[in-house]
């Protein structure tokens, strides 16, 4: 059956794997996507020192690789967020929630965020796995 | 199909999202529920200052959500468990096996176990991952 | 239906859980494998200082439990990598990518590194996701 060959997704529009990792890939009626950082997928560095230009960059990424695999938002069941600092909870969740204005029935990705370390300057990183089959 | 439409679970008897996320969301067969910490549904704040109090309440809330979205512990594939000290991986542990001590043929679900940073006086966060289909 | 059935996955080939979690288990065609480290099956103490060691072990376990899952790399989906300080990231990848020198069309798993604590010694955990059915 076709959905259980394993389809990488790749593309030019988003940050570019720096090992063997694949940008998302889809198998079995799943499509994971690798975590999404702040990067300018253009000059492959972070978009600025801010929380904010980070966060809608990591989701414009995101964005841009479920399309490459054919989802949306609306096809995510699962979104894992890793921040730096618990200062800035408050601050994400308003960003954040502005990718979600229009989601149909309410039915938003469950979410995970947890505070971790990443490499210097980066502020988060963000996953998603979704359902396309 | 019917499973390939998103159901969001609501219920306010497990802790309501302070952003748009869903407490667990359906598709496709699987149920994915939000990271669940040691918050009293009905007042919503933290049940208590030890590992233990937080540990089952968050064990509850994970429960609450699952039952919800029509699952149950023994449809849980992946367990993620975010502490916060590593002092407390053999006392969470034992408080952990207290909830899987009736597990049909010791099919426990999988877990990974890391420690991280939250928010101020929260030590535990618990997320799932189930299969309904 | 067979698959609705969860399987747990146990062998004495890789490290042994030391409280109620499967290695991996599967059910409705995924197969969750919980995170492993560098903990030499037999000896069951970790195999070295150095991350080079624990890398490999790490990533052995992880194989070993997929096999025994029925399951290999090329049926995983995401892998998920913590890591304890950012400056191992450069040599990291050098070790999870000979891991992934002969994968199918360069359909690599996708990806996200975090760092984070684990107990003292340990420089790495890893764990996966794979699509079965």
Request: cysteine-free; proline content about 7%; glycine content about 10%.
């Amino acid at each position: 059956m076709s959905d259980s060959t394993k389809y990488p997704v790749r593309t030019d529009r988003a940050p570019v794997p720096v090992a063997r990792f694949s940008q998302a890939v889809a198998k079995g009626g799943l499509l994971a996507v690798a975590g999404q950082m702040g990067f300018d997928p253009e000059t492959g560095a972070p978009v600025g020192p801010g929380l904010a230009e980070q966060v809608h960059q990591s989701m414009r990424n995101l964005q841009t690789v479920l399309a490459e695999g054919g989802a949306t938002f609306d096809d995510v069941i699962m979104v894992r967020v890793y921040l730096t600092d618990t200062d800035h909870f408050a601050e994400f969740n308003r960003l954040y929630d502005s990718w979600f204005e229009n989601t149909p029935g309410g039915a938003y990705p469950a979410r995970t965020t947890v505070y971790v370390g990443l490499p210097a300057g980066l502020l988060v990183e963000i996953d998603a796995l979704a359902v396309i089959g």
